[in-house]
């Protein structure tokens, strides 16, 4: 059977969301439980998240056994042998040819931020900004929305050809006291949504200007590089 898992999890226990040679992923903890239950599969994730960065709604498909036709009971056992800093929210069965990567259409991040002094206990999950320019951010993100090449918002030495994607919603608002940057997308580059937030903080902070993010969109300079902090950005929601 190919069943689409839901999934939240803390990104700052893991190194990343994709397998890597010290095991030390949200994948690689999924394979170990999989294995413990004598599940042999092998997990197809919708996209990766870097070290640090978190989700909401990450979805993976993979084959199961029938016999594990009961899925409430899958996910319930799944959880309890899970670490507590994974939880599985939702599993269905699909059909067989549904790929979680390829199928996706839409993928929707949010990127928290406060002007309030972060705690021990939020420091990981919401970025402090002292002080910035509300509108000019709600102005500036707009910018973004649309079709273009984010060569000049992209980490170097990806393996990406093809640097154009397109954004169908970018906005800044605020929610009790909390700033949220959302963005959807067919898809990402690594890193863009950092580099993205990066300079609109900037323009925020009236360190930058928004001609000086237009001309970057529009690969004419390449005026700033450096991402925001991973601490606040989830991945909330995949739709297909």
């Known amino acids: 059977m190919n069943a689409k898992f839901t999934i939240s999890y803390d990104g700052t226990c893991f190194q990343g969301s994709q397998t890597q040679p010290n095991g030390l992923s949200v994948e690689d903890s999924i394979q170990k439980v999989f294995k413990q239950l004598n599940i042999n599969t092998k997990i197809t994730l919708s996209g990766r998240t870097d070290k640090d960065v978190h989700a909401t709604g990450q979805v993976f498909n993979c084959k199961i056994p029938s016999y594990w036709e009961n899925l409430q009971k899958l996910k319930d056992v799944l959880n309890r042998h899970l670490p507590s800093s994974i939880k599985i929210k939702d599993i269905k069965i ?7 990567r390829f199928h996706a259409k839409k993928r929707v991040y949010r990127y928290l931020v406060s002007k309030k002094e972060t705690t021990v206990f939020n420091s990981k999950y919401i970025s402090h900004i002292k002080k910035f320019d509300e509108e000019k951010i709600k102005k500036a993100i707009k910018l973004f929305e649309g079709v273009h090449d984010f060569e000049y918002f992209h980490k170097k030495g990806s393996d990406k050809d093809n640097t154009v994607r397109e954004v169908y919603e970018a906005e800044f608002y605020k929610y009790r ?8 997308a067919n898809s990402y580059l ?4 950092r580099l993205m937030v990066g300079f609109l903080i900037k323009v925020g902070e009236g360190k930058l200007l928004i001609e000086d993010l237009e001309a970057q969109l529009n690969k004419k300079k390449h005026i700033f590089r450096i991402p925001a902090s991973p601490y606040g950005l989830y991945l909330t929601k995949v739709y297909y």
Do not use: E
């Not at 699909?94 to 979680?100: A, G, I, L, R, Y």
């Not at 909390?178 to 963005?183: P, T």
């Open 190 to 193: 690594r890193s863009q949504i």
């Open 94 to 100: 699909v059909k067989n040819d549904f790929h979680s």
């Open 177 to 184: 006291d909390i700033y949220v940057f959302k963005f959807c």
